[in-house]
């Protein structure tokens, strides 16, 4: 009958706002970006993502009542049942009421969780989590982030911060700072930042490393170093062990709190995939119980980028399905 209403899943980044319209069932009927106005504290981006939204509506020959709900992701910390931010600091947002706000400008149904238990939701709905409902997913990008799916739902805990994997304690005595103002955290050692940071430790033990010139010319990645790591290189090889080694302690202590049937890495440094996943299993199987091992091995996210909007449009769904 062509009635059925879509989905609009908005995925919110520090540099660019990832727009879809989703149908019920998961499928990605348009996808595009707009760039983040983070200028005056990103007091633009809740008008530039509902005007977006309307001119796209408009060239497809549709009204807004085509969308039944829209579902946002947004970094920082946030309120999932008010929609209320926080700080959002790579946006600008401070005490920001985003839900409200946006529902406002587009009049449909909003809702809001953060980035990574979007992503973590968009994974377990249509990616590497295949309809599991007990997931784990760790988001490996210029952070660490992290969600957690208990018998199908996020785990928000009291205040709304469960899940920030990236601030367990992974040194804890002599870390570096982290941008949470602790020390040591996992996302100073096992983040794209983390591993840049480790390579530039390594590298004066190992002058005959390939990554020197790397740093010669200003261009260390997290990227150069898994690549040299693959090639061979002794140095890359042991930064990516020691980032891994961290990561794995972690996973295998959530793991044995959690029991998952799902563990999923995404985020732009997980394209590394097998280089970063044999020191990764290396370790989790050292420290999982046997038992829980059997539940869940460690798995490279599928959805890549599109992981958030198809989260986005999940929590839409879900709290159109309880409204
Ligand atoms: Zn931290």
């Given amino acids: ?12 980044g520090g540099t660019t706002v990832k727009l879809s319209f989703i149908t019920e069932d998961g499928a990605i009927l348009e996808k595009w970006e707009i760039p983040t106005n ?13 005007k977006s939204i309307q001119e796209k509506l408009s060239t497809l020959g549709k009204s807004i009542d085509q969308l039944g709900a829209a579902g946002v992701g ?19 947002w401070k005490d920001f009421a985003l839900k409200e706000e946006l529902e406002k400008q587009l009049g449909i149904p909003v809702s809001v969780d953060n980035d990574a238990n979007i992503a973590a939701l968009g994974e377990m709905w249509q990616g590497a989590g295949d309809g599991a409902r007990d997931v784990l997913f760790i988001t490996l990008g210029t952070g660490v982030g992290g969600g957690v799916i208990s018998n199908g739902q996020i785990l928000h805990g009291a205040n709304g911060m469960a899940g920030e994997l990236g601030h367990i304690t992974s040194i804890p005595e002599g870390g570096r700072p982290c941008n949470c103002g602790k ?22 033990q190992h002058p005959e490393s390939s990554l020197k010139a790397f740093e010669q010319e200003g261009t260390l990645s997290a990227r150069a170093v898994i690549e040299q790591a693959d090639a061979g290189d002794a140095c890359a090889t042991a930064v990516v062990e020691k980032s891994m080694y961290y990561l794995g302690f972690a996973i295998a202590n959530l793991a044995n709190t959690l029991n998952p049937s799902r563990i999923v890495i995404g985020g732009g440094v997980s394209k590394g995939g097998q280089t970063l996943l044999n020191p990764l299993n290396d370790t989790y199987s050292k420290f999982v119980l046997k038992r829980v091992k059997e539940a869940a091995d460690i798995k490279i996210a599928e959805l890549g980028n599109d992981a958030g909007i198809v989260g986005a449009a999940w929590i839409a769904k879900e709290a159109k399905r309880k409204a």
């Fill in 74 to 92: 947004a970094p920082g910390f946030l309120e999932m049942e008010t929609g209320f931010v926080y700080e959002a600091i790579n946006i600008g």
């Fill in 183 to 204: 020390t040591g955290c996992l996302e100073t050692v096992s983040s794209a930042t983390g591993i840049v940071q480790l390579a530039l430790e390594f590298l004066p």
């Fill in 1 to 12: 009958m062509g009635t059925e209403q879509w989905l609009a899943g908005i995925d919110i």
């Fill in 38 to 50: 983070t200028d005056q504290g990103g007091v633009m981006v809740v008008q530039d993502i509902s």
